[in-house]
């Protein structure tokens, strides 16, 4: 019953296939556009909920900006760029009118208007506004928005050219607190992505060559997909005055001088949404977090003849209302009850192919015996995965089972990331041998042939032409770096840095 | 300390007034776009909370379909329509260069991208894909979304050219599933608009001019605004079989036969803050209903000596936490202690121009005599609205405040809702007379020159032209009619409709 795909046969089909038979998402008839369906939506709407509850407890306030920017506001950007060109959509008129019996824009507008790619440019505008004196400092706002980015090769959730995300953005008086900000959102992040979606991931900075245009520094967090490339999950910049400069945010300091404010912006996309996929999916199909799955419990009943049906419904339907109260993750447990017109065997499967977390089955062998059959979706096909539980203990396991399933994705994932980082590649010579290789499955609890390397790195001018030929990247400096000294992968140089070098998304 | 503009002065200079003294949105350097701040945009995260509550518990799920829409899928509609033009924003092209010094729009698309307006179309297309068969419906489900119109004279919350909203959408296997879905979901806005947000509804059916285009029934909920004016608050379409004709949704149906799908979509935005700000504040600013404040409770600490600052904030937040398990409303009681660095005279008046509907102040006599001096926003003014408790019962009265101060806040804008319908102008004459009236506010309890008149209709096709001349509107023909005979307030005909007149928003 598994997908078409296997992860070892076509990685990138099977890809596509754990999101379709999972039925999250598909291609629209809107150009490189996604439709993200209920299941899929439905995380989403988690992840939401979770970091929501974060950015206000961080004391920040959600706010709503234009999603339309006028084209003035990237002139200056332009200026200073060469070559500069940015993919985004363009509006141009405000009207569809018949013209010779075919449909056309009219109303040409004044000046065009730009789909937000993102919002610093425009949110620095009303912070100009609102920002006079210290004492309105800091300003902290976030949003929940849509963004649009004319990608050339869309894909579901990794790269569509409309996407989800929050753009958290703050003004503050001096660096120093802006840089505090900056890294307290990375460190945000980092939770999220390990203890909301059992996704471990590296935190660093930015090279300079990868750094948001206009950022000081841009700090990020590191995924390993399970065909050991690397996927960006969430990036948090400290901008300095450089925003401040170009929309002239200044505010009276306490020694009455006027100043520039200190900005910062941080987000996060549904884009976490393809690192879930890629961190936990197998080749049945999707696997997902019991604290992001829009169900964590479902029941299927097992109806042999039709006069079971009432019994074994009741039986449901008793069980299930047990479980209103427990509170796994302190949150109210979700759990659904799949009465469709469709065999039971179908639903099985079509649970385990979405990545339910505990799939119960309920035929009359089980009402008669008062038992309940839990499946454990991350232990499909293993003895463990199936378990017969009397109806009495039910409900006081499963809060601790979605517990343990939670911690046993993120260990899974942890121990892979961790096999998976190679520091004993210590010559250019071995690095170019060893990104030579094209990128394969990584098989659980086995290190792949190619994923990470943490090597050094001398910082040269021409390091991004040397990685762009190899078609590989520096992923970031970690935070945790041993200061000894090496050569340099890339040029041989001596080199103190350490990075994470990888292929990505 | 009142507003610059009083409602009797200058209504609609008072309500923008309002909306910057609350410091709830304010217009962009979008051209007619507005941003929604924190105050304002907390209350929209409180009706869309509640809201997506009783989406789901009515079996609805939430998706996102694309921003953009191509524009071949207006073409049918548009050959329809005598002298189609619609004015919604129109993407050309898909990148931004430098052209000889100056950004410029390049890369023409093949086909224009419209930025939807409302999302039938391309909802339509997903439902085509996915149902197949009678055991695929009904499909139902909703997206909160932006959308854009381009409206030459923006308001704000009003008319913004952006917007936000829920959008529901549906397929059903029979026109009677269908249509006890519209009715479904109008009576939830009913419950809504009444319950959440204090603001009374006539619910009813829209005449055939004012029908959505493709609808073969629009239903709404209107509210009366302080002016006597008429808000649309929300609508709910029965679309039939047209928009699966154009989008080809065809199912099997139980006879093996095929069959187009009946559909029907519902909306309410961003726009019922715009009516929640009409029926509820008053000349010293915003009164918002504590179900929907981002904060019930605000505390402002009154500090008169420094040295007694500790001691009043210990007291204020000892207070605060006993507030914590408090559920007004079934929900997490909202808090806030205003500890900025400003007067207390200035943060009093700033809260009650926001219109928080508890504001608590305490200073150094309070802490002494334990006690807390309660101020409740909607009775400003008047001696019952401030009480000083002692700080024992304070929490214990707190709940129940709310849950009055909500239902007093129903009840008064019930009161005026009611007393301004006029159900006693029978003739054409004294119809045209009575509209010959400007509105103007609706002083507190009194019957106002201009409001909803309840009269009869006789259906003409003429009726859309006289209404247009006299600048009124058929709001809604309400579900309760009486049946009898009477003249038409337009063309004095004999009728038997009862409709609902007014000038509107």
New interface residues.
């Given amino acids: 019953m598994g997908l078409k795909n296997t992860r070892a046969g076509n990685y990138p089909e099977w890809y596509q296939n754990v999101i379709s038979e999972a039925d999250m998402a ?1 291609n ?4 490189g ?6 299941w899929g ?2 995380m ?2 988690r992840i939401r909920d979770v970091f929501d509850e974060k950015i206000k407890e961080t004391d920040h ?15 200056k950007e ?2 200073h760029v060469d ?16 013209k010779d ?3 056309a ?3 040409k507008l004044e000046e ?4 937000r790619p993102t919002s610093e440019a ?1 949110i620095a ?2 912070f100009s ?1 609102w920002v006079k004196s210290y ?1 309105d400092l800091p300003v902290l ?1 976030n949003q929940w ?2 963004v ?1 980015r ?1 990608e050339m090769r869309p894909r579901l959730f990794l790269r569509t ?2 996407f ?1 995300w929050q753009e958290g953005h703050t003004a503050h008086a001096s660096a120093q607190e802006a840089e505090e900000e900056t890294k307290r959102m990375l460190e945000a992040y980092r939770d999220l992505c390990e203890n909301t979606l059992a996704m471990p991931v590296l935190a660093g900075k930015k090279p300079e060559h990868e750094k948001f245009p206009g950022a000081i520094d841009t700090y990020c967090v590191e995924a390993m997909m399970q065909d050991g490339k690397a996927l960006q999950a969430g990036t948090s910049h400290f901008l300095g005055q450089n925003f401040a400069k170009s929309a002239n945010i200044t505010f009276v300091n306490k020694n009455n001088e006027s100043e520039y404010a200190y900005t910062t912006s941080w987000g996060v996309s549904t884009r976490l949404i393809g690192g879930v996929i890629m961190t936990h999916a197998d080749d049945e199909g999707m696997v997902v977090p019991p604290k992001i799955a829009p169900y964590q419990v479902v029941f299927v009943p097992v109806i042999k003849k039709p006069e079971d049906a009432e019994a074994i419904m009741n039986y449901i339907t008793k069980t299930a209302a047990e479980l209103k109260g427990k509170l796994p993750f302190g949150e109210k447990i979700r759990v659904k009850i799949d009465k ?3 065999t039971s065997v179908d639903k099985f499967w079509e649970w385990t192919r979405k990545g339910a977390p505990v799939i119960c089955e309920v035929g009359m062998r089980d009402v008669e015996g008062g038992k309940i059959m839990v499946r454990e979706r991350l232990k499909l096909g293993t003895p463990e995965g199936k378990e017969i539980i009397a109806s009495g203990d039910f409900a006081a396991t499963i809060e601790s089972r979605l517990e343990n399933i939670q911690k046993a994705m993120f260990d899974k994932a942890q121990n892979r990331l961790e096999q998976n980082i190679r520091s004993d590649i210590k010559t250019p010579e071995e690095f170019k041998k060893y990104f030579e290789q094209s990128n394969t499955w990584i098989e659980d609890g086995k290190q792949g042939k190619v994923a990470f390397v943490r090597g050094k790195w001398s910082g040269d001018a021409n390091s991004e032409e040397l990685l762009k030929a190899m078609k590989i990247t520096i992923r970031c400096i970690p935070f945790d770096q041993s200061g000894s000294e090496g050569v340099c992968l890339l040029t041989g140089k001596p080199a103190t840095t350490d990075v994470i070098y990888a292929r990505s998304y």
């Avoid at 070559?83 to 018949?98: D, I, N, P, Q, Y």
């Avoid at 065009?112 to 789909?115: F, S, Y």
């Fill in positions: 598909e629209s008839s809107s150009p556009c996604m439709v993200i369906k209920p939506y439905g989403w709407e306030e959600n706010c709503y900006f234009p999603l339309f920017i006028p084209l003035s506001f990237f002139q332009a200026e070559g500069f060109a940015k993919e985004m959509a363009v509006v141009t008129h405000s009207r569809l009118a018949m019996g075919k449909l824009p009219e109303g065009p208007l730009i789909v425009i505008d009303s506004k004492r706002v928005a849509n649009v004319w050219r409309e989800l469709r017109d469709k």
